[in-house]
């Protein structure tokens, strides 16, 4: 349960404003788009006073009013994949390594980092136990393609053509085991999970559509740059 304000709720929402804001400026609506763009830079500002830990250099799960959730799940990735300038580069370029160096398997990204008490690295047993590591360390392909386009974000916001370059290249290194998992499971498909503990067996269904869809997303958009025109 994630009762509260979860990180990436309020990183769509920011999003949602502004391209709000995008399409009445495209309609001529001036008026309106400069009013849903000082919508957004409320929530920015609000977002980056509630939920940046300096300490840990990532970013809170879920904001409550009497807590804040540390635990470093993907979530956060969101507020660095989408258009928008959410967070300073900085904060951005922090949250990427935490998830780089915690959270990123070989074609997937886990759900919860190793080092939280209540990281499960396995999928395995009856229904309670795969349940309850589901969302606790188990790793989900579908989630790679936030993780893409985050490193696609901040080498774009870097501002020279190295460093949008070497962004690509990296997240193209991201799907350098997808001949095999595309063979390895289910034919053609990438699975829906893998448990997050070495050497990353693919579990749960055997050909998941959001696993195949934000691969094939990720290829186009982020490592082969063919994606649209970021207006925001």
């Not at 788009?33 to 939920?51: I, K, L, M, Q, Y």
């Not at 799940?73 to 390594?97: M, T």
């Not at 498909?189 to 050497?199: F, N, S």
């Amino acid at each position: 349960p994630r009762r509260g304000a979860p990180v990436e709720i309020n990183a769509l929402w920011h999003h949602a404003l502004r391209s709000l804001a995008w399409l009445c400026a495209a309609t001529g609506d001036e008026g309106s788009a400069e009013r849903w763009h000082r919508e957004a830079d409320h929530v920015r500002e609000s977002f980056r006073e509630r939920f940046w830990n300096a300490e840990l250099g990532y970013l809170y799960d879920v904001v409550r009013d009497d807590e804040r959730d540390p635990a470093v799940r993907p979530n956060a990735l969101y507020a660095v994949a989408l258009p928008g300038d959410l967070l300073p580069l900085e904060q951005c370029e922090a949250v990427l390594r935490r998830a780089r160096d915690e959270l990123l398997v070989p074609m997937a990204v886990r759900t919860l980092s190793p080092k939280d008490v209540a990281y499960q690295g396995r999928y395995d047993g009856g229904p309670w136990s795969r349940d309850s590591a589901y969302h606790q360390g188990t790793a989900w392909p579908f989630l790679l393609g936030a993780y893409t386009a985050a490193v696609v974000r901040v080498g774009r916001r870097r501002a020279t053509p190295e460093a949008e370059a070497e962004a690509r290249a990296e997240a193209g290194r991201c799907f350098d085991g997808l001949a095999a998992a595309l063979t390895s499971y289910g034919l053609g498909h990438l699975p829906e999970i893998v448990e997050g503990d070495a050497p990353h067996r693919p579990v749960g269904c055997f050909a998941q559509a959001w696993s195949d869809a934000e691969a094939l997303r990720g290829l186009v958009e982020d490592v082969a740059g063919a994606g649209p025109e970021d207006d925001l």
